[in-house]
């Protein structure tokens, strides 16, 4: 099983971008995490990472028959992009959508997500523990998905 994982805009930057908020960790840390847990789920995961919504939207068109399903974590694309919301929606992968930080609790431009109507679940706030919460909920809804098929 084959799992692309998205970063989106600045995360690039984590470890020194607004730590009070996104925590220490840097985005490599992050992947390290994801591949140790991804081991022990014996799933491959594949990530990237962008600052552009065009390379994002190409991206997730690229994974129909590449991968069984997308963990991403949009960043700020989360509340302003139709397009990557209308790729996920294309591709018709399995999709879960994370975040570090709680985004209800903060700004109210955060609270909507355009993807959040489209994907399978979300989970926000749990620091870099969201994306790994994220990759095993993913990998067990594809689980019980395909055994049920
Ligand atoms: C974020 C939350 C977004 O609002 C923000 O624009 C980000 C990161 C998070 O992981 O908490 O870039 O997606």
Redesign the pocket.
């Known amino acids: 099983m084959s799992i692309l994982v998205l970063h989106?805009?600045?995360?690039n930057l984590l470890g020194q971008r607004e730590p009070g908020?996104?925590g220490s960790l840097t985005l490599d840390a992050i992947n390290n995490l994801l591949a140790a847990t991804a081991e022990t789920l014996k799933v491959k995961i594949i990530p990237l990472q962008s600052n552009h919504e065009g390379v994002l939207v190409d991206a997730i068109h690229q994974a129909l028959g590449e991968h069984h399903g997308i963990l991403i974590?949009?960043?700020?694309y989360?509340?302003t992009s139709v397009a990557i919301r209308d790729a996920i929606a294309a591709v018709n992968l399995p999709t879960v959508e994370?975040?570090?930080?709680n985004?209800y609790r903060?700004e109210e431009f955060?609270h909507h997500s355009y993807l959040a109507p489209i994907v399978v679940g979300q989970i926000?706030g749990f620091g870099a523990q969201?994306y790994l919460l994220g990759l095993q909920a993913l990998v067990n809804h594809l689980q019980v998905t395909s055994s049920q098929k």
Request: glycine fraction near 10%.
């Open positions: 989106g805009p600045n995360l908020i996104y974590n949009a960043g700020a989360t509340h994370v975040h570090l930080s985004i903060r955060r926000s969201s």
